[in-house]
């Protein structure tokens, strides 16, 4: 018990070191990343007025894909492009939240770039 209040603490310490020097704008939000042991959700978000433009998870009901949680992560973030390049959004920025740049993280950051998001 100790030892994941001792993880959650580090994420949070990083994650609050990338909040300090990004942020998203209405010319180029930002694509917030989260991450749990059964699903990844992604979100574009407008940081000057709080609102979320658009949002895509591996858990919605709209969203079929099979593989590995790496394969449905990549299929997240193509989701999550399509839906921006619908509502007008080509670039954003890209918080990874506190966790490392590899795996399912990697895969969607990918995956949106395939879809057509430049970051």
Request: net charge positive; charged share 30%.
């Given at each position: 018990?100790i030892?994941?209040?001792?993880?959650?603490?580090?994420?949070?310490?990083?994650?609050?070191g990338?909040?300090?020097?990004?942020?998203?704008?209405?010319?180029?939000?930002r694509?917030?990343?989260?991450?749990?042991?059964?699903?990844?959700y992604?979100?574009?978000i407008?940081?000057?007025?709080?609102?979320?433009?658009?949002?895509?998870?591996s858990?919605?009901?709209?969203?079929?894909?099979?593989g590995?949680?790496?394969?449905q992560?990549?299929?997240?973030?193509?989701?999550?492009?399509?839906?921006?390049?619908?509502?007008?959004?080509?670039?954003?920025?890209?918080?990874?939240?506190?966790?490392l740049?590899?795996?399912?993280v990697?895969?969607?950051?990918?995956?949106?770039?395939?879809?057509?998001?430049?970051?």
């Open positions: 018990m030892v994941m209040a001792g993880k959650l603490s580090r994420r949070d310490r990083i994650k609050r990338i909040r300090k020097r990004i942020s998203g704008s209405s010319a180029r939000p694509l917030s990343v989260y991450r749990s042991n059964k699903g990844i992604a979100q574009i407008d940081d000057v007025t709080g609102k979320t433009l658009v949002s895509a998870s858990l919605s009901k709209d969203f079929s894909a099979n590995t949680k790496s394969d992560s990549a299929a997240v973030g193509k989701l999550v492009a399509e839906k921006a390049v619908a509502a007008g959004i080509k670039d954003v920025v890209f918080d990874r939240n506190g966790y740049y590899h795996g399912r990697k895969s969607l950051a990918e995956g949106a770039r395939e879809g057509g998001l430049n970051f």
